[in-house]
């Protein structure tokens, strides 16, 4: 009896052992591994959400990370167009430095003051894109929404009628999609620049991955949204990476029609509310927006993985169109504050919550962030251009001073340009006359006072600066045109101007 009693007791002994181990085992494999999700919102401005100043949109869902991780007010993105702003998320590295430096395929240029100069429209295959990175360490990865990096002839390729890089681009298309480039899963990526008419149903099912999807009640963000939350129902037992790329609130500008009859009524009732941004579409894609991060944040709680998992909310580029955030000058495509400042949200294991931090960081940023933060070794040697601002999220260290500088060398919202920024000095060259402008930030925030003859040492400064960086990245320069002839000057596809205020 004894001894039985000694074998029953054995054997419960090692039945505890086993099932505390396999529970032990669980729990390292859904720890020792974190969680991404990105949410990248295409055209989404500083100033756009609620908890960035926004009186008009509302954005109770976006709030909720910034009150759970730090909200960052010195973001900015890698450019000031779509293209170059995801290759520089991507990879780690400034457009300029990629020669990635308009929106695929660019504008058609005719007569103009400066030539384009032969830029690329993909990203180099011997790049180690960073969904290949979280993929080579036994990620489960997975795109959602606006890829627009599939290489297209340029307005000039075609005008040259060049049939052999005609015919090299064109078969590079599948090898440039998400699938290509380190995701395992694409819903909705390809070479679209933005929605076109298909946010609305069924138009949206002629995206990849989207075929069949949706009901007459559903938008493009819902459906996207849909795809994303049943691939965290599939991989929550594995470490996930999931790049939730919007085409919201990018052009054309619409809305599921009882939102925006909703911002109609807010308009209405509100007649002397003084709403600097007030458009009831644009108001009705963000609430889809807002709802989409509230139904994916829910899922990763109900999934138990929402404190293992880090979460980067932010844009693309400054906002589009006519409305402008009241606190800085510019849009989408422009030099100034207005086309490079983007909100950024960060919660995750560890961050701090609460928290707003004043520390400068750039789209290049986030490869060697998410690296360090999922405890791998950064490659500085592959993201050049970006530094992890781990620090600044844990324990709201400061981070190294730097200078951010961008590259331009076409014409569309704006003429060619060039522009730094070294602390609280921005130095913006025009490249099709070589004028200069020089504003100190901390005291002029709106960018009204030219400061370029009043600070003689400060401008050979700047642009000594700017030249290095342009140089050590073998940036491509705009040439001036030989054969320009103002007095036939043609606007080509989009109205060659000077943004307004320009000195």
Known sequence: MK???????????????????QFLFSQVKNSTKQNIVIFLVDDLGSGEVACYGSKFHETPNIDALAKNGVRFTKAYSGATLCSPSRAAF????????????????????????????????????????????MKQNGYSTAFFGKWHLVPRPTPIDMELNDLVKLKSISKMYDEHMPEKNGFDENYGGDHSPNQGGRFLYPKFRDFPGLAGKG???????????????????????EPFFLYMSYYTVHTPITGKPDYVKKYQKKLADNPNRDYYMKNPRKAAMMLSLDESVGRIVAKLKQ?????????????????????????????????????????????????????ISNEPTIAMDFYPTILESIGLETMPDEHLDGISIVPALKSNAK?????????????????????????????????????????????????????????????????????????????????????????????????????????
Not at 309 to 335: C, H, M, W
């Open 215 to 237: 009901t007459t009640d559903d938008c493009l963000t819902d459906i996207l949204t849909d795809c994303a939350v049943d691939y965290l129902d599939r991989k929550k037992d």
């Open 399 to 503: 981070l190294p001073k730097r200078n951010f500088y961008w590259h331009y060398p076409h014409y569309d919202e704006t003429t060619p340009y060039s522009s730094i920024l070294s602390g609280d000095w921005k130095l913006i060259k025009y490249l099709d006359d070589n004028s200069l402008e020089l504003y100190n930030l901390a005291l002029d925030p709106m960018e009204s006072l030219n400061l370029i003859d009043s600070y003689p040492e400060k401008r050979e400064e700047m642009v000594n600066l700017l030249n290095k960086e342009l140089n050590s990245v073998n940036a491509q320069p705009a040439i001036l045109n030989p054969n320009f002839d103002p007095n036939k000057f043609s606007g080509g596809i989009r109205e060659y101007r000077r943004v307004k205020g320009r000195s």
């Open 303 to 355: 999934i138990g993985q929402l404190d293992n998992t880090l979460i980067i909310f932010t844009g693309d580029n400054g906002s589009q169109g006519n409305e402008f955030v009241p606190n800085y000058r510019g849009n989408k495509g422009t030099a100034y504050e207005g086309g490079v400042r983007v909100p950024l949200i960060i919660s995750g294991p560890g961050i701090n919550k609460g928290i």
């Open 3 to 21: 001894q039985e009693l000694k074998n029953i007791l054995f054997k419960v002994i090692i039945s505890v052992f086993f099932f505390a181990n």
């Open 90 to 133: 991507l990879t780690g590295r400034s457009p300029a430095r990629l020669h990635l430096t308009d929106w695929i395929p660019g504008q058609k240029q005719i007569n103009r003051r400066t030539l384009t100069p032969d830029w690329q429209t993909f990203i180099d295959k011997d790049r180690l894109l960073l969904p290949e990175a």
